[in-house]
């Protein structure tokens, strides 16, 4: 069956320090894979987008990795800060379809 | 310039009731979804339209849910009639045309039904 999953365990960290988070999925071909934050009370925010050809993207303190043969994407935050704390989901669009399909998001906490 | 636009925030109802959620996308976006999140199911893709028609409806979990998208600048989401197990937090997103485009999502609506 097709899965995306995401570390459900709250990943802490301290400020000042990489924030890694991953994103695997089986018995998917995906065009693009996407990483959205989500604050509490809020709808999920865009971050970056990168498409199956492409190994990273990176904007500002942001880095997406995508290993379309190990089937993973990493997500990192460099210098991390006690704002980055939301938590993080990735999702992906297969190439027969325009949906976008969410993993089920890993908590990030920032500790000053 | 004005992100989608979903009403009410925050709805409160007794089981049976027919419940009406409210979305405004973004202006010039094609494509508008419907989403429940729920700490259990995550993020489920209930139904997407693109230029006001329904595509893909096979996330819609029974017939007592129904949407609609009478023009580019708004749609409906409707249970009737609502149960328990409806409560979630609901989301409307939009996005541009092409596929793979980023999706913008409005706050939600947290219906609790009692």
């Known amino acids: 069956s097709q899965k995306i999953e995401q570390n459900s365990e709250a990943l802490n960290i301290q400020e000042g320090k990489t924030a890694t988070l991953t994103c695997n999925y089986t018995n998917y071909s995906p065009a693009y894979l996407q990483w959205y934050r989500q604050d509490p009370g809020r709808g999920p925010v865009f971050l970056l987008l990168i498409r199956e050809n492409e190994k990273e993207k990176r904007k500002e303190r942001l880095k997406v990795t995508f290993d379309t043969t190990l089937k993973q994407s990493l997500f990192h935050i460099t210098a991390s800060q006690p704002a980055d704390s939301a938590t993080y989901l990735c999702?992906?669009?297969?190439?027969?379809?325009?949906?976008?399909?969410f993993g089920t998001g890993t908590r990030l906490q920032v500790f000053p | 310039d004005a992100g989608v636009i979903q009403s009410p925030r925050h709805e409160v109802t007794e089981m049976g009731q027919e419940v009406t959620l409210r979305c405004k996308p973004i202006?010039?976006?094609?494509?508008l979804f419907w989403y429940r999140q729920t700490m259990m199911r995550g993020l489920e893709l209930l139904i997407y339209f693109n230029n006001n028609v329904p595509i893909d409806d096979s996330g819609m979990p029974e017939d007592r849910f129904s949407a609609k998208m009478p023009n580019a600048s708004f749609s409906t989401l409707k249970i009737q009639p609502s149960e328990p197990r409806d409560s979630a937090v609901y989301f409307c997103a939009s996005s541009l045309a092409r596929v793979g485009q980023p999706q913008h999502f409005g706050d939600g609506t947290r219906l609790s039904i009692l």
């Open positions: 999702a992906l669009v297969s190439y027969n379809t325009d949906k976008l399909i």
């Open positions: 202006s010039g976006h094609d494509y």
